[in-house]
Structures are given as C-alpha cells and as structure tokens.
C-alpha cells in the first residue's frame, strides 16, 4: 500500500512559478513509476508528466513541455513538479499518483495507476 500527499500549491499570477511536491509513504519507492495528473473543473484528469523509478526517464504532456519539469529524491521518497512560465489554462488540481514498476516504460493514463494522492490545487490569475 502506498498513501501520497501532495503539498504546495497555491495563487500565482500568469508567468510565474511554483513548485508542488507529492511525499510517498512506500518502502520501496524507488520500484514506483510516479506521475502528476490535473484536473480542471469541469474536465477530465489529464497526464501532465511521469518519471521512471530511477529518474533517468521522464515523459510530458505536450502542452507543459519546456515549462514544467518533473523530479525525484528516492531517498526522501519524493517527487517534484516545477511548473514555470504558468498560464491561467494551467489552473487545476493536481495530482500524484504511483504505479508500481521497475522498467522505465512511460505511462500516461490514469488506469495505470493504482496510487493516487488527494490533490493539491494551483490557480494561475491572468
């Protein structure tokens, strides 16, 4: 079993930055693919960016590429997302989720995930 909780999110206004980060309580962290998902009202939970369990491979969502970076430190079962340049379309909760994986195969769905956290929300005021 795996309990994530997001923490960091918060008001920026457009052009600015913030970084969310998601605390694992898994023993074996380092096995996990861990992603970042948002929501938006009104939408449905998008895939926004995931890291492999050694962080040699990450993979984004075409539409924060270049803006957001995602991270981790297996020896504080952490995970990062930087989000830089946001944009009020960036306003969303967003989440961590972890899936259980010792290959570098990317995931982008939210079925492939069995771990979620409860979100944390980041508004971008224009």
């Known amino acids: 079993q795996v309990q994530l909780v997001e923490s960091g999110g918060g008001l920026v206004q457009a052009g600015g930055s913030l970084r969310v980060s998601c605390a694992a309580s898994?023993?074996?962290?380092?096995?996990?693919?861990m992603g970042w998902f948002r929501q938006a009202p009104g939408k449905e939970r998008e895939f926004v960016a995931c890291?492999?369990?050694?962080?040699?491979?990450?993979y984004y969502a075409n539409s924060v590429k270049g803006r957001f970076t995602i991270s981790r430190d297996n020896a504080k079962n952490m995970v990062y997302l930087q989000m830089n340049s946001l944009q009020p379309e960036d306003t969303a909760v967003y989440y961590c989720?972890?899936?259980?994986?010792?290959?570098?195969?990317?995931?982008?769905?939210?079925?492939?995930?069995?771990?979620w956290g409860q979100g944390t929300q980041v508004t971008v005021s224009s």
């Open positions: 898994a023993r074996t962290f380092s096995m996990y693919l």
């Open positions: 890291i492999s369990w050694n962080g040699g491979s990450t």
């Open positions: 989720a972890a899936r259980f994986s010792g290959s570098s195969y990317m995931r982008t769905s939210t079925g492939e995930y069995a771990y």
